[in-house]
Structure formats: structure tokens, C-alpha cells
């Protein structure tokens, strides 16, 4: 195994431990009533942070493959409006969509034609590499407050 392969299956571990498993653990067994309340001194729903993440990883993928993609307006469009709601359709195609473009982000990194060093064409020297390690660290970020937030809620399963 070459460096290449070295850092590409490093990466994807990453991605995988990070955007697979901790997500999938993070949203498992949430029980629909809860997608809609906003925990103590906190200012969004746990949907409100579920799509947030959703659009943030949306966002990191179109910018690698589209050049004439434009980012959302920070802060405002990386957030469903205040008001809005989920219902359990929602929240599932939130999870769907998130589930989708991780997948599509991990199938481009495992790619052996995406060289993961070389900065994207239409970006300020950003690469590959640069946009998941992005990704991962801002889902798990994100995913450690959705914790806490299940946490704060008692909202986890008993076992």
C-alpha cells in the first residue's frame, strides 16, 4: 500500500467513524415527539440541528463537484427558519439526504481517480482532503451537542 492509498483509507475511516456510525447512533430510536421541542436555554429543535447538518454537508459536497454552485448565506440559510417544523416525513428525508450525500462524499473519496491533494479548479487552493476533514469535523461536532441535547431531553433509550 502507497502513501496515497495510506491517507485515502485513513480519511475514510474517519468519514466513516464520524458521518456513519456516530450519526446513525446519534438519530436512532428518536422518539418523534421530541424532533419539535427546544431543550432548556437552547434556541433550535433537534430537527432544526438534524437539517442543519444535513445542509452543511450538502453544501461541502456541491462545492467539490459543481463550479458554479454557490454556497448558502452564512448564517441564516445553513438553518431551517426558526419556525418551521418537522413532521416525521421530514425528519426522514432529512436523515435520507444526509445519508445520501455521505455517501456520495465517501464514494468520492475512495475514488483512486480523486486525488485528494490536488486543490479543486474552482476554489482558493482548497482540496479534497481540506473539504472532509471539514465535513467530519463539523458532524461531529454537531453530533456531540445532538448527544448532549438527547441527553438534556431523556430522550436515549433504557436498555
Known amino acids: 500500500m502507497n502513501a ?18 456516530g450519526f446513525d447512533e446519534a438519530v436512532k430510536d428518536f ?17 432544526h ?6 445542509i452543511g454537508q450538502s453544501d461541502i ?5 459543481d463550479p458554479q454552485y454557490k454556497s448558502p448565506h452564512w448564517p441564516n440559510e ?22 445520501a450525500d455521505r455517501a456520495a462524499l465517501i464514494d468520492l473519496v475512495a475514488d483512486s481517480k480523486t486525488d485528494l491533494l490536488v486543490p479543486i479548479p474552482h476554489t482558493p487552493g482548497h482540496t479534497v482532503l481540506r473539504e ?3 465535513n467530519a ?5 454537531h453530533l456531540g451537542e445532538f448527544s448532549i441535547l438527547r441527553e438534556v431531553m431523556k430522550t436515549w433509550r433504557s436498555t
Open 4 to 21: 496515497d492509498d495510506t491517507l485515502r483509507q485513513h480519511v475514510l475511516e474517519l468519514l466513516r467513524r464520524t458521518t456513519e456510525r
Open 61 to 65: 459536497l456541491q462545492y467539490i463537484r
Open 132 to 134: 472532509a476533514f471539514l
Open 78 to 99: 445553513y438553518w431551517p427558519p426558526k419556525e418551521y417544523e418537522a413532521d416525521a416525513a421530514r425528519w426522514n428525508r432529512s436523515i435520507e439526504a444526509f445519508r
Open 31 to 47: 422518539p418523534p415527539e421530541f424532533m419539535n421541542t427546544r431543550p432548556p436555554n437552547v434556541d433550535y429543535t433537534p430537527w
Open 49 to 54: 440541528l438534524l437539517e442543519h447538518l444535513r
Open 137 to 141: 469535523g463539523h458532524t461531529a461536532g
